[in-house]
């Protein structure tokens, strides 16, 4: 991804945005699901990422495949333009996957976005993979607190337009934030996203990708200290 502007990327996410599918292309027997994640070290572009990418058996986590990619921090942290610092990372991370990604679970907003093309959405128009965007925080939009119980949930409104659900992933946690990236429908996102959750608040494919880049960062930290020492 070359460097652009502020301005410049705003402008390319509402041209894209036009490119999201909100119709269910998605097999209809899933295999296989991806969770993806990043991690920081330092700040702004001096700092390092690390993107991972970890695919599981739908239904019985089983890892089959997992990738990391490493680098720097190529764009400024901007509300709205995550995509544009975490997606070349994440894309590496997905080219060093060997097995198929039936659907791609993202640390981050889909449509739920004041353009309507947040990380979710952006991974999925490049790639063409069925995407739903997992975000433990609201971005934008407007809801009412959903019930304590899980599966509980409540639309998610940006401009009297519903652009995601507000979902109780257990009972009594704070709910998660949920859109579809592209080609996964606004109905079937939530379903997608409970059906992943059990024991935990996050689903199983995002929790995964968030612990292989914990790890991934803790041996940069061990690596900074040695060579200080």
């Known amino acids: 991804m070359e460097p652009i502007s502020t301005e410049q990327a705003r402008t390319l996410q509402r041209e894209l945005a036009r490119e999201v599918l909100l119709d269910d292309a998605f097999p209809g027997r899933i295999e296989t699901v991806c969770g993806l994640d990043c991690s920081y070290s330092g700040r702004g572009r001096r700092g390092r990422m690390i ?7 739908f239904r019985t986590w089983e890892r089959i495949d997992s990738s990391v990619a490493e680098g720097e921090i190529p764009f400024p942290y901007v509300p709205g333009l995550l995509s544009f610092r975490e997606l070349p990372l994440l894309l590496e ?14 640390d981050g907003a889909g449509i739920a976005h004041p353009r309507r093309f947040g990380l979710a959405s952006h991974l999925g128009v490049v ?12 971005l934008c939009g407007v809801y009412d607190e959903p019930g ?6 409540s639309p998610l409104l940006e401009g009297g337009e519903t652009v995601g659900t507000v979902l109780r992933t ?9 859109s579809p990236g592209h080609k ?6 939530p379903r997608l ?6 024991r935990y608040r996050l689903p199983e494919p995002t929790r995964r990708a968030h612990e292989l880049v914990t790890a991934r960062r803790a041996v940069w930290k061990e690596d900074d200290r040695d060579a200080t020492s």
Request: charge should be positive; include cysteine.
């Open 51 to 57: 993107a991972g990418a970890v695919v599981l058996r």
């Open 93 to 106: 991370a997905l080219e060093g996957l060997k097995e198929p990604v039936d659907l791609a679970f993202v």
């Open 127 to 138: 790639t063409g993979l069925p995407s739903i965007g997992v975000a433990k925080s609201r």
């Open 148 to 153: 304590l119980e899980r599966g509980a949930s």
């Open 170 to 178: 257990r009972d009594g946690v704070r709910p998660l934030f949920i």
């Open 184 to 189: 996964v429908s606004l109905a079937s996102a």
């Open 193 to 198: 996203v409970l059906a992943c959750c059990g």
